[in-house]
Nanobody, 120 residues
Framework: QVQLVESGGRLVQTGDSLRLSCEVS????????IGWFRQAPGKAREFVSA????????YYADSVKGRFTMSRDNAKKTMYLQMNNLKPEDTGIYSC?????????????WGQGTQVTVSS
């Protein structure tokens, strides 16, 4: 079992920065990735970023490359998503997921999500 708790979402202005946290508890398999997904109102959930549980390899959606950075604090078992130069289209509920198929858009475990709103 893996539990994920997200935090850090809030209302920001265009161009602002924000850091989301995903605290991981339990015992993820070494094959797992921890990923961030987002869902805007009326839109399908989309992949944002992921990091491998076993190492530091990261993956990003084209829409966030160069603006978002995913990192980890192993001691705290926490994954971070640093979001810079935020745009209104980054608005959505950001959810953390764990699983071996995260890069395919599928998570075995999910957090409850945290709301990010970027005003123009």
């Amino acid at each position: 079992q893996v539990q994920l708790v997200e935090s850090g979402g809030r209302l920001v202005q265009t161009g602002d920065s924000l850091r989301l946290s995903c605290e991981v508890s339990g015992r993820p398999y070494s094959s797992y990735l921890i990923g961030w997904f987002r869902q805007a109102p009326g839109k399908a959930r989309e992949f944002v970023s992921a990091i491998r549980w076993a190492d530091t390899r990261t993956y990003y959606a084209d829409s966030v490359k160069g603006r978002f950075t995913m990192s980890r604090d192993n001691a705290k078992k926490t994954m971070y998503l640093q979001m810079n130069n935020l745009k209104p289209e980054d608005t959505g509920i950001y959810s953390c997921a764990a699983g071996s198929q995260v890069l395919s858009g599928s998570g075995t475990y999910w957090g409850q999500g945290t709301q990010v709103t970027v005003s123009s």
